[in-house]
């Protein structure tokens, strides 16, 4: 099965709508795949999408390839730049800001409900949530400087969409939104992308020690560097008992990780990691059993895992995501999303 990473997706109620990562990125989706769960849930809102025959067509084979939907290809490409774009100051390219990803984000959810209602009913966000977060703590005029004008545009149009509604609230948050750029200061939202150190190298006291690489699938979006070999290990002799030190290179924003390192996939020794100035660090002392271990055996037989390590994680490779890097950094301009654009001018830099 294909890894969530390489297949950005719209979970549709009773169903999941699949582009290629590949022709999103590119700016050139031509097909969509759709997969039927519960074609009953599926069917109000496939007939509105595809019209009376072809639904039933894919009715009855639970599946299908149909033209693609730019509404559809929109929202499923801005889902997957929220939880699995690669932010990388090594590699050139920049974190983007979630305020302008939830109000673009919450823009094509509310053109998918135009285009087929009830496709996205029970879906993860509403334009309404994904508005609400993007202007919280006022984030959404921190962010906006850089595309000043494209912001006010977007919350002109969920304005209009909110009335339609009748979330009149909402409307007139939207519409405050929008004219306050109209007179607002131009400006630039720093990104403060701080690269980490290494914790040392292999010397005197040191038992064993290795590097790693972050597997995006077992760690939250946005929080660590996409890069590889980010992570540095090292297991140190000490007087009361051998510690293991890991310290994870490229920080955004804090959040709960911890590192677990295995010898030949039996877990030995965790890790709780605190974020620092543009890293996460952490140590452990390890029981007798573990420091003999570490004692007596290469350190490549010794492997870490930052994040969620459980078995019933799909991890990511090297593969995927080198992979997803080079489609990246090969995207056109023209296909780029306000965050992406936003990211480009606060930087100053293409990537």
């Not at 959404?140 to 609230?169: K, S, Y």
């Not at 996409?226 to 008992?241: G, K």
């Not at 055996?297 to 990511?316: D, K, Y």
Request: charged share 20%; aromatic share 4%; proline share 6%.
């Amino acid at each position: 099965m294909t890894h969530p990473v390489h297949t950005p997706a719209v979970a549709a109620d009773g169903g999941l709508i699949r582009f290629a990562l590949a022709d999103l990125l590119g700016g050139r989706a031509t097909s969509m795949r759709l997969e039927l769960s519960d074609a009953g849930a599926a069917e109000p809102w496939l007939t509105r999408l595809a019209g009376p025959e072809t639904s039933l067509t894919v009715l009855g084979q639970g599946q299908a390839d149909l033209p693609a939907r730019p509404e559809l290809g929109r929202l499923a490409l801005l889902l997957w730049l929220r939880r699995w774009w690669p932010a990388s100051p090594s590699l050139g390219v920049p974190s983007l800001d979630p305020a302008l990803l939830d109000l673009e984000t919450a823009v094509a959810t509310a053109e998918v409900e135009d285009l087929a209602e009830g496709l996205l009913d029970g879906f993860e966000a509403s334009p309404a949530e994904l508005f609400d977060a993007a202007t919280a703590d006022g984030a959404l005029l921190a962010a906006a400087p850089p595309v000043a004008g494209e912001v006010r545009g977007l919350c002109a149009r969920l304005a209009t969409w909110f009335d339609g509604q009748d979330d009149v609230v909402r409307a007139e948050a939207a519409a405050e939104v929008s004219a306050r750029w109209e007179t607002a200061a131009s400006g630039q939202r720093a990104y403060a992308l701080a690269a980490g150190t290494d914790p040392g190298t292999t010397g005197e006291g040191v038992l064993t020690s290795g590097r790693a690489s972050v597997d995006w699938a077992r760690v939250p979006p946005g929080i660590l560097d996409a890069a590889e070999d980010t992570v540095t290990w090292r297991i140190t002799a000490a007087a009361a008992a051998a510690r293991l030190e890991v310290e994870v290179a490229g920080a955004f924003a804090d959040a709960a990780l911890t590192a677990v390192a295995a010898h030949d996939g039996e877990p030995f020794a965790e890790v709780p990691l605190a974020l620092g100035a543009g890293r996460f660090a952490g140590t452990a002392d390890l029981d007798d059993a573990a420091t003999r271990l570490a004692a007596g055996v290469h350190g490549g037989r010794i492997t870490l895992v930052v994040g969620v390590a459980g078995a019933g994680v799909a991890g990511t490779t090297p593969e995927d995501r080198a992979q997803v890097v080079a489609l990246v950094r090969a995207r056109p301009p023209e296909a780029r999303t306000l965050a992406e654009r936003a990211a480009a001018v606060s930087d100053d830099e293409e990537f």
